[in-house]
């Protein structure tokens, strides 16, 4: 069984700094895309940045040049450094694994539990 489970949100203040964890077991990562989402209350729930296989990664416009994603497939697991935090940031962070299953390019995705992540201004 798969299972996600981040860590390392909480609580801090106006352009603070948090490094978001998350760990993957039943599986092992290889050629998974992996990625960070979050979801503010009475929000979709929007992408924050993804980072294949290979390690290209990707980031929603709103957090370029202060978050990094970056993974260890040796550990299973995902990482984001979050920098120059403002209240806007502030949303539950979900972490997620997108698998492709078969060659016909069908997807499964993971979810972990999600993080709270609270900025105060």
């Known amino acids: 069984q798969v299972q996600l489970v981040e860590s390392g949100g909480g609580f801090v203040q106006s352009g603070g700094s948090l490094k978001l964890s998350c760990a993957v077991s039943?599986?092992?990562?290889?050629?998974?895309?992996m990625g960070w989402y979050r979801q503010a209350p009475g929000m979709e729930r929007d992408l924050v940045a993804t980072?294949?296989?290979?390690?290209?990664?990707h980031y929603a416009d709103s957090v370029k040049g202060r978050f990094t994603i970056s993974r260890d497939n040796a550990m299973n697991m995902l990482y984001l450094q979050m920098g120059s935090l403002n209240p806007a940031d502030t949303a539950v962070y979900y972490c997620?694994?997108?698998?492709?299953?078969?060659?016909?390019?069908?997807?499964?995705?993971?979810w972990g539990q999600g993080t709270q992540v609270t900025v105060s201004s």
């Open positions: 980072i294949t296989s290979g390690g290209s990664t």
């Open positions: 039943g599986t092992r990562l290889r050629f998974d895309t």
């Open positions: 997620n694994v997108d698998r492709v299953v078969n060659p016909g390019g069908a997807r499964v995705n993971f």
